[in-house]
């Protein structure tokens, strides 16, 4: 229920907590982990940007060929964490992942810079490599093809929304008594627990 009170507490306590990190001189504070799992219960762990976040849950975008992309069309769970080092905080959430509409794909494509948008057409991406040389070959001619005009959104690349049944605060403290706040789904009600640091 994205409706529900502490569910809308959690996601704007994250936002408050994201705007305090973005004001900081942090390179990336959108930087978030991602893990997945196979179809085998193998885990895989990569950092991805965060694009957005509302109550519907959190965007990133990928290419949906990716050991990514295949793990969350396998699984349909992700979990991803923020840590913010400069403030000693960390957040993590866990849940499943539905697919971005075409529309807030496409919004969002138009925004990239060209070069990143020839990359995501270059980039068999998580597939293996022969040589660097092959990679800016394949660069050099979706450039020569998409010569002087928009470069459009490959079918293959898009985005994925973790939308939470749990997210998780957590604040540093002395003598690792560690703040942990989380905010889980539990039978259909969103509900609060301190948890031991």
Request: hydrophobic share 40%; aromatic share 12%.
């Amino acid at each position: 229920m994205l409706n529900d009170m502490l569910y809308l507490q959690a996601i704007e306590r994250f936002t408050e907590l994201f705007a305090e990190a973005s004001k900081l001189d942090l390179l990336e504070p959108t930087a978030m982990s991602l893990a997945t799992t196979d179809d085998r219960g193998w885990p895989s762990v990569r950092t991805v940007l965060l694009k957005s976040v509302d109550i519907q849950g959190f965007v990133f975008y990928t290419n949906k060929l990716s050991r990514k992309g295949r793990q969350l069309h396998e699984t349909g769970r992700a979990a991803l964490c923020f840590y913010w080092q400069a403030l000693l905080q960390q957040v993590l959430v866990e849940g499943s992942v539905k697919d971005v509409t075409d529309r807030e794909a496409d919004a969002y494509w138009a925004t990239r810079a060209r070069i990143s948008q020839i990359g995501a057409w270059a980039s068999l991406q998580s597939e293996k490599l022969s040589s660097r040389e092959e990679l800016e070959q394949r660069f050099a001619e979706i450039e020569a093809r998409f010569k002087d005009q928009p470069v459009p959104r490959p079918p293959h690349w898009s985005g994925y929304r973790v939308v939470p049944d749990m997210i998780e605060f957590w604040q540093s403290r002395p003598g690792r008594l560690h703040e942990r706040d989380r905010y889980f789904l539990d039978g259909g009600e969103w509900r609060h627990s301190l948890i031991y640091p």
